[in-house]
């Protein structure tokens, strides 16, 4: 089965960090600087799940990039950077399966920050963003598997 580390190693950072700041408590005579330690552990599962925060925004730009820019360059370019970013995510997830519990909220949550992104930079372009607009007004933005899977806009399968 695996230890927590292999399993869920976000998951771990807490936990650990969580003993560490329990350990202090009982001080010890171990000139260990347990704060620091524990905020640096909890820091290095902030920063996976931040990674991964930064590729679903990058997926969701350019998806909505895709869906309602005219501009027809750099359509390729779009693309390139969607699958490299689904690459990552795949990869980061298969090191670390217990991100995949936390793929929704990240979803919900960069997939407001890519729209508004996207926003601006369609009307950077004086490209019309309303449909990006109200879809923010609807909720989600897009389904995991759209972000995840091989589904661009205009492919009937999702």
Not at 63 to 82: H, N, T, Y
Not at 137 to 142: D, S, V
């Amino acid at each position: 089965m695996g230890s927590l580390y292999e399993q869920d190693f976000i998951s771990w950072t807490e936990q650990q960090a969580g003993m560490l700041r329990a350990e202090s408590q009982r001080r010890t005579n171990a000139a260990l600087d347990w704060e620091h330690l524990a905020e640096e552990i909890e820091g290095l599962g902030r920063s996976e799940l931040s990674e991964l925060a930064s590729q679903v925004r990058r997926i969701v730009l350019h998806l909505l990039k895709l869906e309602f820019s005219p501009a027809m360059e750099p359509r390729r370019g779009w693309r390139d950077s969607i699958d490299d970013a689904r690459a990552e995510i795949e990869s980061r997830v298969r090191r670390d399966p217990g991100l995949k519990a936390r793929l929704d909220e990240i979803i919900d949550e960069e997939g407001r920050s890519g729209a508004k992104r996207a926003v601006k930079a369609m009307q950077t372009y004086d490209e019309d963003a309303s449909a990006i607009l109200a879809r923010l007004q609807t909720g989600r933005i897009y389904t995991q598997a759209q972000i995840l899977g091989d589904w661009f806009p205009g492919d009937p399968n999702l």
